[in-house]
């Protein structure tokens, strides 16, 4: 079987499954340009040596998934030695060039019209790349601070089974965090961010102060004082498979893309 070449773009926060324990959902670009879902992955899991970054290259055998998305596929050989072996990384060099190559190539301004591509079941697009008009405001909300007990009670049925019992599960956000802005039409969306590095600054934040307050003010300060303001931001989106043709606007933000305005260059020159 031929292997796939992938830049990974996307790692969303881990969360747990009845079914496949703790997870990750990562996406990114095959060589010619195309989005591609991998999922289930036990990230955490991984030897140190696949345990890939962002804007790493990867080549992985890959089949497609039961998930009804065309871009979500799966790990074949999951248990090999390799999975996921890395074969290159992306730099940021010349304000993210060889990035920009890469994941600029399609991007969508307007909501409404992606919102419709994926709810047409010949097309379904499940990933894309957004770019908001006007970025209002990066707000959090408190949440249940535990996973559904359900979960819980599957994780510990599977740990009676498994050779090294010891592994915990990540944390719970007990927050979430959301942009308020405009396409280009004007029109206001809220939605929901799920990156990964979302999560792991307000763990930082909050080892540091110890004060979940200042570490949901510093994970703000990072993403609307830092990125929606001197950054050339862009949003990963993707939908979640329940919500796909169920809810009216099924994407969440799954992460950020932030060159540096082009414009402030040509001033700093």
């Not at 670009?29 to 991984?46: Q, S, V």
């Not at 994926?118 to 959090?140: C, E, M, R, Y």
């Not at 949440?143 to 009670?153: A, N, T």
């Not at 049925?157 to 004007?186: A, H, I, T, W």
């Amino acid at each position: 079987m031929a292997k796939t070449r992938i830049l990974i773009t996307v790692k969303t926060y881990p969360t747990i499954s009845k079914k496949y324990d703790e997870l990750v959902c990562t996406a990114g670009f095959t060589e010619d340009g195309k989005w591609i879902r991998l999922y289930p992955i036990p990230y955490r899991k991984l030897d140190y040596i696949n345990q890939y970054k962002k804007y790493d290259w990867v080549e992985v055998d890959l089949e497609r998934s039961s998930d009804f998305r065309p871009e979500s596929h799966k790990l074949v050989n999951v248990d090999v030695e390799e999975p996921i072996k890395v074969v290159g990384h992306l730099d940021t060099r010349n304000n993210w060039a060889a990035r920009k190559e890469v994941v600029l190539n399609r991007v969508y301004t307007d909501l409404k019209a992606l919102i419709e591509e994926a709810k047409n079941k010949a097309v379904g697009t499940s990933l894309a790349v957004f770019k908001p008009t006007v970025v209002h405001d990066f707000i959090w909300k408190e949440v249940d601070r535990e996973w559904e007990k359900s979960k819980q009670d599957q994780l510990l049925q599977m740990k009676l089974f498994e050779e090294n019992s010891d592994f915990e599960v990540v944390k719970k956000l007990p927050y979430k965090f959301s942009y308020r802005f405009d396409d280009e039409n004007g029109v206001e969306s809220t939605q929901m961010i799920e990156d990964w590095e979302t999560g792991a600054l307000f763990w930082n934040q909050f080892k540091k102060y110890g004060d979940e307050k200042k570490a949901c003010e510093s994970v703000r300060q990072k993403y609307m004082d830092d990125f929606a303001r001197t950054k050339d931001l862009y949003f990963f989106l993707g939908t979640t498979m329940v919500n796909h043709y169920r809810a009216p606007n099924p994407f969440i933000i799954i992460g950020t893309f932030t060159p540096k305005i082009e414009s402030q260059l040509s001033i700093n020159f």
